[in-house]
């Protein structure tokens, strides 16, 4: 989808962080934009700020792990702008503790927001994306973290991004040949409010969930820039958007993958 000016984008977590950031670059393209998110004040914040740039914009107050919220998302979209021909399901929240120590709540919350949250983009959007004129692309947010063991403590977060990237690499499969691209998003670190994530848990997890043991998000790439690669990646239709490309993370790749392929080795010698 190399034309990308005057088409709508719809955003979930658009409110701050990566999602803020694909806004931007959103209306640098000259995109008319949603800004969707939990934080409505948030979305707001960003969609005034679009529309000050001269964009077409507005803001949608949707909690992804809810699917009749995001199929009102979806219709509030269509009937705003009559298409989406970009979707970003971007919104995600982490834990920081090991499988041992993480509870049941920990994995509840992750997986509702970080996975279903993908998979109701999917069920909401797809069927009318099917049914619109032109091309149409949709971003889900994954990790690094979903492609080798991360540095940090973050078990639940690693294995709701692996499972993004995996259902990801699927939808691909199943929508090709019909004018909708595919891409999974694997940032490294990003100048967010990521660990700041624990003022949206829901009522019934509120007591259950593990404690925030952090809130710095400096010193990563700023949010602007990894808008700005996410929209090449769209207009090149690349199935990978990798934001980070240090040789440290790569490393790690090729010890996994070269780990995995000497294991088939292994597996015919028996």
Same mark, same amino acid.
């Not at 909401?124 to 692309?137: I, S």
């Given at each position: ?9 719809v955003v979930t977590g ?18 008319? =934009?949603? &800004?969707?998110?939990? !934080? ?6 960003? $969609?005034?700020? *679009?529309? %000050?740039?001269?964009? @077409?914009?507005?803001? =949608?107050? &949707?909690?992804?792990? !809810? ?6 998302? $979806?219709?509030? *979209?269509? %009937?705003?702008?009559? @298409? ?140 602007a820039e990894v808008g ?43």
């Open positions: 989808m190399e034309q990308l000016e005057g088409k709508v984008a658009g409110g701050s962080g990566v999602g803020e950031g694909m806004i931007g670059a959103c209306v640098d393209a000259g995109m008319r =934009v949603v &800004v969707a998110d939990i !934080d409505l004040e948030g979305a707001e914040r960003v $969609a005034s700020a *679009a529309r %000050e740039r001269g964009a @077409e914009a507005i803001a =949608v107050h &949707v909690d992804v792990a !809810d699917r009749v919220a995001m199929d009102a998302l $979806a219709e509030r *979209a269509y %009937e705003e702008f009559g @298409e989406v021909n970009l979707l970003c399901c971007n919104a995600g929240v982490i834990i920081e503790a090991s499988i041992e120590d993480s509870t049941d709540a920990d994995w509840e919350w992750l997986f509702r927001v970080n996975v279903m949250g993908v998979v109701h983009g999917a069920q909401a959007f797809l069927p009318r994306m099917r049914e619109q004129e032109g091309e149409a692309h949709i971003v889900n947010t994954g990790s690094i973290a979903g492609l080798f063991v991360p540095r940090l403590d973050v078990a639940t977060y690693a294995a709701s991004k692996h499972a993004v990237v995996g259902l990801t690499d699927r939808l691909r499969h199943e929508v090709a040949g019909t004018g909708i691209g595919v891409s999974v998003l694997c940032p490294g670190g990003v100048t967010t409010r990521l660990f700041e994530g624990h003022r949206n848990v829901p009522d019934d997890l509120a007591d259950k969930v593990t404690p925030a043991t952090r809130t710095d998000g400096a010193g990563g790439m700023a949010p700005r690669r996410v929209l090449d990646a769209v207009r090149a239709d690349r199935f990978w958007i990798i934001t980070h490309p240090r040789d440290e993370d790569r490393g790690l790749v090729d010890e996994r993958y070269e780990e995995l392929v000497d294991s088939y080795a292994w597996a015919r010698d028996r």
